[in-house]
């Protein structure tokens, strides 16, 4: 059964930086890519980041120059740096595996932006 965790959400200030883990147990196979999605309540989930196995990233607009995503693919644990944080990328952040077959969703972490 393949589960993915996530970790290092929590409550910072403005301007403060956090790093957000997945690290992933099973079998999987035929990975594509890993990702980072956030949904903000009243809002739909988006993507804030991806990785391909190849390295190729993509960000969200509003998060280039602020947001870091890497992956250790012998391990299939990403992650997501996140620095210059504002209070709106208060959100539950999920970390996805995108596979040949289907994707794997995390539980979801939550990160709060306030003073």
């Known amino acids: 059964q393949v589960q993915l965790v996530e970790s290092g959400g929590g409550l910072v200030q403005p301007g403060g930086s956090l790093r957000l883990s997945c690290v992933t147990s099973g079998s999987i196979f035929g990975i594509v890519a890993m990702g980072w999605y956030r949904q903000a309540p009243g809002h739909q989930r988006e993507l804030v980041a991806r990785i391909t196995n190849g390295g190729t990233t993509q960000y969200l607009d509003s998060v280039k120059g602020r947001f870091t995503i890497s992956r250790d693919n012998g391990k299939n644990t990403a992650f997501l740096q996140m620095n210059s944080l504002k209070p709106e990328d208060t959100a539950v952040y999920y970390c996805?595996?995108?596979?040949?077959?289907?994707?794997?969703w995390g539980q979801g972490t939550q990160v709060t932006v306030s003073s």
């Open positions: 996805n595996l995108d596979g040949i077959l289907r994707d794997y």
